[in-house]
């Protein structure tokens, strides 16, 4: 008799390498762990998260670099992944683990055990563990402090642009990305809008910057998920403090403005509520700053006063905790409202 | 502003004690655990696990005890869940926590932390941590011998009874079960319907006997989840034996025969392949037998030779691995086949 799970866990104890031949076969994965551990888990459900008929392979990238994300923010090195999958029958389950499977290796981990269920769509969960590196601090939500100097990872909306180009017809085949011809666009506006659907598609979560916060003295992090307004309010309100930030500074891809402009969005709207920017924003003593080649940027200061402002031409507005909320319903009003595609594709 | 998730997470920072409020609030949680852990992750999905409507606390107390499950077989004592829950605006995700918190207090466990995504149905996502016991060892599924004797840790078949009684209109409301009168059983039957109900909603996960296991010299066991005849195929690959089971001795709840006749199944087909026992089966020494209040059956032996025979009173039977398999096409035609009800409540 064959047997379909059984058959993805003996492929699996083959392709995955001698750990997870060790490690996947029994009710729990069995480890041993010493020290300090950060543990995250993160799905990924078509319709929420992705459009239907995204490659299974691409999803399990997508998947697995938003899950780092989370422990780029807490400084953590990644280790172990466990992965629960459920999906309807015939769909290529495979696909999605040989997706993971390079991104995996790439950061030395080891896929140590899952669940595999049947499904009314494709969806699955991963939960990560990773081990607070040797030297190293936890980066927590709680570590700003007035007078810290706020810091952003890299280009904030163009996630968010590259989601509103798939809902109108962009799509990724085989690494390459088509945009429709009736988007109209340019050939500089292409070349920025594959980079966004890229970007959308397979963000590159920042762990070694992670890392270094946390070899600092003191660092705040926070994993730009559900877009900066809302996510700064977070950091913010985690660490019992307030902020200004400078709109002009906000770091955004080149070309972006004249994009989102062509998506009939207001760029710097999106910049600030996109959501799934996946870069870190981080608070650092003033005076401390990232290296170089992070690309990181200043984009404003942590106050004591518990309020936040965005410091625009026009003079200083009140800026509020607008973003991607799951159980929020007026959240989802309000970008329909909008006139916004109905595929959104939020995270956290 | 009002944001949903936000509520949510203050709320469970509330509401899940001082350990809680100190993981819940960064992008990961953050541990420290020595020593050696167990990890396990299993979802429950609507349509899939559970019908339409089912209460979510329940979901809760089922989601846990499904997941406890694991951790008994390996002989782990629960420490840590992380929930990833998604589900559509509106439904009330506090009732799934609701559902989980005594059960995570009755195990000493804390909730670490989580992912909250909306879903186009309700589906939850929970992994556990759980440590080896002091002087306890893992217990595995490779650790059965030829010569070992077969054990079982309950009642089998009662679970898919209680699914089948569902999928035709039995209902759990607040606390009680309701069998439809069109069912038409007699009293005594309404009780042992009922019971079912209870059974397949909340299994009662053997963790004692888990633990049990692990003090032993030697012990070998796996969750019963997707039926005996497939998950003790799964132990006894795992070991490279085989077994002989005696049919007669497979432990089925008083009342059961008939029961499962009532609904037009046969007693020893849903024993074997109904699944979702959430008991233990384990293979122990000849000679070494677990003490009486674990109410554990003695139910065959394993065997040198590779092949897995049912011993019947009309003599020995080869015993296939059918049961549920998440994977595979033929598995659900077969059962479709038969006439069975579309609602299928499957889960490993």
Redesign the interface.
């Known amino acids: 008799?064959?047997?379909?799970?059984?058959?993805?866990v003996a492929w699996l104890r083959r392709s995955f390498g001698p750990t997870t031949r060790e490690l996947v076969?029994?009710?729990?994965?069995?480890?041993?762990?010493?020290?300090?551990?950060?543990?995250?888990?993160?799905?990924q459900?078509?319709?929420?998260?992705f459009p239907a008929g995204l490659s299974p392979r691409l999803l399990g990238q997508r998947l697995l670099a938003v899950n780092l994300?989370?422990?780029a923010?807490?400084g953590?090195r990644p280790a172990?992944a466990?992965?629960?999958l459920?999906a309807p029958?015939?769909w290529p389950?495979r696909e999605l683990l040989r997706g993971l499977r390079p991104g995996l290796r790439r950061h030395g981990m080891v896929l140590?055990?899952?669940?595999?269920?049947?499904?009314?769509?494709p969806?699955a969960?991963l939960?990560?563990?990773?081990r607070r590196p040797p030297r190293g601090r936890?980066v927590?939500?709680?570590g700003a402090r007035a007078g810290d100097r706020l810091w952003v990872g890299g280009f904030l909306g163009e996630s968010a642009a590259g989601q509103r180009l798939m809902a109108r017809g962009a799509r990724w085949e085989a690494g390459r990305v088509t945009i429709p011809a009736q988007l109209d666009l340019e050939r500089a506006e292409l070349a920025t809008a594959r980079r966004a659907v890229r970007r959308h598609l397979l963000p590159e979560p920042q762990l070694e910057l992670g890392e270094w916060l946390g070899k600092r003295r003191r660092a705040a992090?926070?994993?730009l998920s559900?877009g900066f307004a809302?996510d700064l309010h977070?950091l913010l309100e985690?660490s019992g403090v307030g902020a200004e930030v400078v709109a002009d500074a906000l770091p955004t891809a080149p070309g972006f403005p004249n994009l989102a402009s062509r998506l009939g969005e207001e760029p710097l709207e999106l910049a600030l509520g996109g959501g799934e920017d996946y870069v870190l924003l981080f608070a650092l003593p003033e005076g401390v700053a990232p290296p170089a080649f992070f690309d990181a940027t200043e984009v404003g200061r942590v106050t004591r006063r518990r309020e936040v402002a965005l410091l625009t031409r026009h003079g200083p507005r009140p800026l509020?905790?607008?973003g991607w909320?799951?159980?929020?319903?007026?959240?989802?009003e309000l970008h329909e409202g909008r006139g916004r595609p109905s595929l959104r594709s939020?995270?956290?």
């Open positions: 008799v064959v047997s379909g799970e059984r058959d993805l076969g029994d009710d729990a994965a069995l480890l041993t762990l010493r020290g300090d551990w950060a543990l995250t888990t993160d799905s459900i078509e319709g929420v998260h994300s989370d422990l923010a807490v953590a172990y466990l992965l629960a459920s029958r015939g389950a140590a055990g899952g669940d595999v269920a049947s499904g009314p769509v969806g969960t939960t990560l563990l990773g936890w927590r939500r709680t992090a926070i994993d559900d809302l977070r985690a509020p905790p607008t909320d799951h159980l929020e319903e007026s959240t989802l939020p995270s956290r």
